[in-house]
């Protein structure tokens, strides 16, 4: 499975039950509350706090 993260949005290739595992493995780091935006923004940045660059989307037909 491939994900592809760029500012505010997510994107997750893979096989159906792939992607649902990674998204119950998400849910298990982060409390019930937290939107997905937030997520995605929090996810950008590296263990010291600073900003990292966003991975571009790679385009596939």
Do not use: H, I
């Amino acid at each position: 499975m491939k994900t592809y993260s760029a500012d505010r949005q997510l994107r997750l290739v893979g096989k159906a039950w792939e992607v649902r595992e990674y998204l119950k493995m998400t849910l298990g780091r982060v409390s019930a509350d937290v939107s997905l935006a937030s997520f995605l923004e929090g996810s950008l940045t590296n263990a010291k706090g600073q900003a990292q660059q966003p991975r571009p989307f790679r385009y596939c037909r």
